[in-house]
Each structure stands twice: as structure tokens, then as C-alpha cells.
């Protein structure tokens, strides 16, 4: 059988470069989208098998090149998204206006599978332009391409991502840790291999499940989250709760930097749980039961945070 041909945006991400691995293991040809070759190019060529992977450099609203590559592919994978906004990178261009061109494109050339990753715990936060924008690119797709699998993930987490890794960075400089809304939020953290896992599955078979939220096996506060990362770097730390008039001082200073530690917009965000809905099924719901735990994972990789690295209180077995 041909192998099909997977298109990926937002490829030389936390979830793209994993899901890269795992498809052309599977046989599966794969296009990556990059906006600079140059300085993702190296990187993804590592994570596939040779020839299987075409990587391409494009502008994601170069609309002629898209549609292009689109009409060369049996299935579409949308992995764009940003936490934060600045300049053209806003919520709207990469959350709304993109999703919108893609699920139009792909309906137009009959594609076999679209795939948009979303995200959990935003029905409910209708004050937040993050959360906002995300449920019009899940509507303009459902419209464009009605048999389009929309993934709505809990946090994500992995050696390459950018929320365990900047944590446990923080908590190794500052004495203290602000806990916004007591750190009561919760969340169901899941491994970035589990995510991969159910796209691939959802490639290779049918389901009827279009709206899917993806969580991990367990629930926990982000108080509860800091608490095991700390534990995993053996150090301690005082929080202190902020109330929500400081944090938002904090966050308008925090978010003229190039890479915002937090955003007035993430404060609100985090207001609401990241817990499923009640409104659609999720992956245990389906049969698609995700093991693996947030703090044996984390442990894995935790020793770069640690005082004396991947050697930290282990002992050495030697025979002379």
C-alpha cells in the first residue's frame, strides 16, 4: 500500500517533532511546515526515517504554497498555536484566520483527515482572548470541514516542553513562587508520547468521534504540580499567594519581554479548570487510556534542575 502522506503545521514543535518520530516509524510519508529552514530545518531531519520526511519552508499564510501542499496530502495536521501575542503573531491570524484557510482548503481537495488541536477548559473562559480565539478556529473548522477530529488537550508535557522546563527554571532562581487564585486551578497533564499516540491511531482508523478531550490518568491543582516538581529537584520554596490586582501589575511588566513569563490574558485563563468539559468524550472514553504519570515522567529529566545534575544523590556501584 502507498504510504499516505501526512502534512503537518507546526512541525518543529514539542508535539510535531515526537509525532514526526513516531509516523515515519510507521511507514508514513510526512511533510513538515517550517517558517525557517534554516533554524528548524537540522532539527526535525533528526526525528525521521530517511526518506520519508519532506520538510518545507513557508510563510503559513503564503495561501498559494498551502494549498499546494494540501493537494498533495491524504491528511492534514494543525499543531499551531501561541500562548502569548506579538505583532502579526496574534490570536486571531494563528487561532481563527489559519484554521479557517486550512479546514477550507482541505474540504476543497477532499482530503482524507483533518486533524486541529485545540485546547481544554475554554467554554467557559469567554473573558480571555486565548480561550476566544481558540473556539472560533474550532467552529470555522467544524464549518469548512465537517468531518474535521478536533483534539482538545490538558497540558502537555515533555523534556522539549514550555511548562514543566520553565517551572522547575524558575523555582531554581527564586526563593519564592507566587500562586495566582490559591494554585486551586486543576488540570490533567498529559505525556506529549500519549498525545502522539492517539493522532496516530486516529490516521490509520476511523472514528466517530469528532471532538475529543485529551487528558492524563490524573487530577491535580497547580499548587499540587509545583509541589512535585520540587520534590523531584529536592528543594523548597514559600509561596506566596498574589492577589489578582498585583498579578496583573506583574504580568503587564512580565509581558513586554520577547518570551512573557506570564500575560495578563494567561491570568485570567487561569482562572478556570483545565478538566473536561462533560460535553464530548475523552480518550479514556474511547478506549484510549493514558498511563503514564506526571511525576515519574518528569523525573526523568528533572536532574538538569538539580544541584549536581544527573549524578544528584545517586550511588555509584564500583568494583575495583
Not at 510519508?29 to 537540522?42: E, W
Not at 492524563?216 to 497547580?222: I, S
Not at 506526571?294 to 568494583?319: I, R
Amino acid at each position: 500500500m502507498k504510504p499516505k502522506n501526512c502534512l503537518i503545521f507546526g512541525a518543529s514543535g514539542q508535539i510535531g517533532r515526537n509525532l514526526i518520530r513516531k509516523l515515519t516509524e510507521k511507514s508514513l510519508r510526512v511533510t513538515a511546515v517550517t517558517r525557517n529552514l534554516h533554524q528548524k530545518g537540522y532539527i526535525l531531519k533528526t526525528q525521521a526515517n530517511p526518506g520519508y520526511l519532506d520538510i518545507v519552508e513557508s510563510n503559513i499564510f503564503d495561501i498559494n504554497k498551502i494549498e499546494e501542499l494540501i493537494k498533495k496530502s491524504d491528511v492534514c495536521i494543525n499543531l499551531i498555536g501561541i500562548l502569548f501575542e506579538k505583532g502579526p503573531n496574534n490570536f486571531n491570524n494563528i487561532h481563527e484566520k489559519f484554521p479557517s484557510i486550512i479546514s477550507y482548503l482541505c474540504h476543497k481537495h477532499k482530503i482524507d483527515k483533518l486533524i486541529h488541536l485545540s485546547a481544554l477548559g475554554i467554554e467557559n473562559a469567554d473573558n480571555s482572548k486565548y480561550a476566544k480565539s481558540k473556539l472560533k478556529g474550532e467552529i470555522a473548522v467544524r464549518q469548512n470541514f465537517k468531518d474535521a477530529i478536533i483534539l482538545k488537550p490538558s497540558i502537555i508535557y515533555s523534556v522539549d516542553d514550555n511548562f514543566t522546563t520553565m517551572l522547575m527554571g524558575l523555582l531554581n532562581l527564586a526563593p519564592i513562587f507566587p500562586l495566582y487564585y490559591g494554585g486551586k486551578t486543576k488540570f490533567m497533564p498529559l505525556h506529549c508520547i500519549d498525545i502522539c499516540n492517539l493522532i496516530i491511531d486516529l490516521i490509520e482508523n476511523e472514528t466517530n468521534d469528532k471532538i475529543i478531550e485529551c487528558i492524563g490518568p490524573e487530577e491535580l491543582t497547580f499548587k499540587e504540580i509545583i509541589e512535585k516538581l520540587l520534590k523531584l529537584m529536592e528543594k523548597k520554596r514559600l509561596f506566596v499567594p498574589i492577589p489578582i490586582f498585583i498579578a496583573n501589575i506583574m504580568a503587564t511588566f512580565f509581558q513586554i519581554l520577547p518570551k512573557p513569563l506570564i500575560t495578563r490574558d494567561q491570568i485570567k485563563l487561569l482562572f478556570y479548570d483545565n478538566i473536561p468539559s462533560g460535553k464530548y468524550k475523552t480518550n479514556f472514553d474511547i478506549g484510549k487510556d493514558f498511563v503514564l504519570k506526571f511525576e515519574n515522567e518528569v523525573e526523568k529529566y528533572c536532574y538538569m534542575w538539580k544541584e549536581t545534575g544527573e549524578y544528584a544523590k545517586k550511588k555509584l556501584d564500583m568494583k575495583l
